[in-house]
Structure formats: structure tokens, C-alpha cells
């Protein structure tokens, strides 16, 4: 059963995931949530038998506004079941408040939660996270399901980085896109969605494309590359392809890596790159270890069409090479851009948190999952028209 791109589990499927008692008679499972959303918290869950833990996804019914999405989620997953790279379900629990998601515990806990710590990620291992994300990407392709909100939350290790391995969680707002059915939907984290979900046009594979070029400009220098002031800006910067490598965030990174960014980030979703051809760029068959180019020059990229610049946008204030206060000063700017801090979810499996948060550039915060309405038409160039008024 199939409708606007939701998969519904079949029944083979429901009679190996659902489960016929209560959570609480073979797990225990911890009262207060490690993760929490705006319809989902999780908690760990320790079977009884070996004390093997897990991750208990709590669902409240009452607050999922659609509750097929919860089932395509479930579909999604048992789908992938046989992939290393996507988190593994094992059961479904119900009860008359929650759908209850048992899933595969990622110890080395989210992406977001690295850079938090490091701002950004060295070359060699950026090559390695990419690769099992696009490996994950791949699997999900080969079966016409576009992920949609690919972005460092909804990437989890097994352990830590160099070593662990990346996993895609979080399918809330996936969608299989068959021949037969034309998907068109204002989905995503409005610092990773593509130009076509801001037109409005068809969803295609390679929306998930544009946002791994995001992803792996973020990961290299610790700035999104499209933010502005507010969603609106960052939206017409997506749409212009205001796509720039300043110097002082992009000096140790190697020409390889940047035309990796360059050829995913191509507003014409034909002319991307697809995760079969990432996985084979030169980049990353490389391994990530290529000579630097360090007489690259680090011009504008965008597609002819002026930059629409930010404070919050990529600058030429450094990064690498300051001082240990300065660089402390520079990253509490970039956290806290109005003066106040917002709390970051770190909820790594549901980061549907209200839509009315606003997103800057910053990355060393939570960008949620939002449905991007932009007006009770959804006309594309009205859309264009506002921003640019």
C-alpha cells in the first residue's frame, strides 16, 4: 500500500516486528529520555536476558500528525534490516498512547554532537563518514526511497571517529519515489534543502545528493555554505547558488575534496552527482589522502548569479591558526548569532522540532526538520518574490 510516497509494512512484516506484550516484560527501560523531539523521546532500553541495550523511540499518537509516517518509518527501516549502514530495527510496541521503535543503539552517539566538539572533522576522516553515508544513501537509492533530511543529527557512529562507523537514522519524512507517483513536498532542514524543494518541483534521489555536498562542506570547515540571517536569506542563497570556499576556512582542504562539494552542489538535479558516482569521485576512491592544492584559488562558485552575502555566511574571519580565545570568542558567535542560545535537541533519531525556530548558518546547533510552508499556495515565485522584497 502506497500513497504520496509513504510505504505501509506488510503483512509478513507486522507479524515479525510487532510485538504481542508490553515493553516492560522483557526490557528495562530507563524512565528519563537521552533524546527528545517535538513528537518522539528516546530512552535506553536493557534486555533482561544479557543486558544488551538499545534505543526505545517513543511515539506520542496524539502529537504524530500523521500516523502513516510512523508505519513508513517502520517500513523503511525493516527494508533496510540487512544494511550496516542504516540503523537496525527489531520491534514494535504498542500501546493506546505510543508506538514504541526498538532500534539499534549507536554508542558514539550523532555527528552534530562531534562537530560540537571539534567545529570540524580532518580530511581523512570526513572521507570516511561520507563514505558509509553514501554507502547508507546508496542502498536506500537502489529501492527508490529518498532519505530528505541528510545532516550531521541524523548521522550516528557506532563509536568514536576514526573508527566507528556512520549509520543514517531518523526516516520521519522519507519518501519512496516510484515512476507512477509524482512526490512534491516542502520537506527538510531549511540549511540542507535543495532548489527544487524550495520550487516546488518533483523530489527526486538527488535532492539527498545536494544535501551530502552541504554535509561535506560543513564537516570540512564548520560553516554551512548557504546560510543567511534568517530562513528566507538562506533560501535565496540555495537558490542562486551562492556557493563560495573562502580562503581561511578551506587552505588544508584539498582540490579533490572541493570539486566533490562542487559537483554535488549543481542546481539541476540531473547533473549532480549520484551516491554511486560520490562513492566512486576521486576524493573519495582516494581515500581522502590527495595532495593539498594550496595555489587553488578559492573563487566564487554560484552559477553566474551574485552572492547574496551574510554575517552568518562564510567570511573572512579565520578560524585555523587563531588563538585559543579567539577562536572560543568566534565559535560562541557562531552558536549564539541573537544573543541567546537556544537548546540543541539531541534527540538522534525524531528532529521534528517546531517550524517556527529560526535557522542561521550556524552549525554547532540543532537545524530542525521542518515542513517548509512558505505560503497557502506554495507558488514558487511568490516564494522568490517575498524573499528578494
Known amino acids: 500500500m502506497e500513497k504520496s510516497g509513504l510505504l505501509f509494512p506488510g503483512e509478513a512484516s507486522r507479524g515479525r516486528l510487532i510485538a504481542d506484550k508490553l515493553i516492560e516484560f522483557d526490557f528495562d527501560v ?93 580530511e581523512l576522516i570526513c572521507a570516511e563518514v561520507l563514505k558509509d553515508t553514501l554507502r547508507g544513501l546508496l542502498f536506500l537509492h537502489e529501492h527508490s526511497i529518498a532519505h530528505l533530511d541528510i545532516k550531521p543529527q541524523n548521522l550516528v557512529l557506532t563509536g568514536p571517529l576514526p573508527g566507528g562507523r556512520v549509520k543514517l537514522c531518523d526516516f520521519g519524512v522519507s519518501r519512496h519515489l516510484s515512476g507512477s507517483i509524482e512526490v512534491r513536498e516542502l520537506l527538510g532542514t531549511p540549511d540542507y ?108 562558485n554560484n552559477n553566474h548569479k551574485k552572492h547574496n552575502g551574510s554575517r552568518y555566511s562564510p567570511s573572512a574571519d579565520p578560524k585555523r591558526g587563531r588563538s585559543s580565545s579567539d577562536r572560543n570568542l568566534h565559535n560562541s558567535k557562531r552558536a549564539n548569532p541573537g544573543g541567546q542560545r537556544r537548546p540543541r535537541s539531541s534527540d538522534q533519531h525524531d528532529a521534528s522540532i517546531d517550524p517556527t525556530d529560526d535557522h542561521s548558518s550556524v552549525v554547532c546547533r540543532t537545524s530542525e526538520t521542518c515542513h517548509l510552508d512558505f505560503s497557502a499556495e506554495k507558488i514558487p515565485n511568490r516564494i522568490i518574490d517575498t524573499i528578494c522584497n
Open 193 to 300: 534543502v535543495s532548489p527544487e524543494v524550495l520550487n516546488y518541483e518533483p523530489l527526486t534521489l538527488a535532492t539527498d545528493c545536494w544535501a551530502v555536498g552541504v554535509l561535506t562542506y560543513v564537516l570540512l570547515s564548520g560553516l554551512s555554505p548557504f546560510g543567511g540571517e534568517c530562513k528566507q536569506e538562506t533560501f535565496l542563497n540555495i537558490s542562486q547558488r551562492a556557493l563560495t570556499f573562502p580562503q581561511n576556512y578551506f587552505e588544508s582542504v584539498s582540490s579533490l575534496a572541493i570539486d566533490f562539494i562542487e559537483k554535488l552542489l549543481i542546481i539541476n538535479p540531473s547533473e549532480r552527482l549520484t551516491a554511486d558516482g560520490g562513492l566512486r569521485h576521486s576524493w573519495l576512491e582516494g581515500n581522502g589522502s590527495c595532495p593539498m592544492d594550496s595555489s587553488r584559488q578559492q573563487e566564487p
Open 30 to 122: 530507563e524512565p528519563h529520555p537521552f533524546a527528545r523531539g517535538k513528537f518522539a523521546a528516546v530512552r535506553r532500553a536493557f534486555r533482561r536476558h544479557d543486558n544488551t541495550a538499545f534505543a526505545a523511540k517513543y511515539i506520542r499518537k496524539r502529537r504524530r500528525t500523521s500516523p502513516e509516517e510512523v508505519w513508513h518509518e517502520v517500513s523503511v527501516l525493516d527494508l533496510s534490516r540487512d544494511c550496516p549502514f542504516i540503523v537496525q530495527i527489531y520491534k514494535v510496541f504498542e500501546t493506546p498512547l505510543d508506538t514504541i521503535l526498538l532500534l539499534e543503539l549507536a554508542e558514539g552517539g550523532d555527528l552534530q554532537t562531534v562537530l560540537d566538539a571539534e567545529e570540524y572533522l580532518d
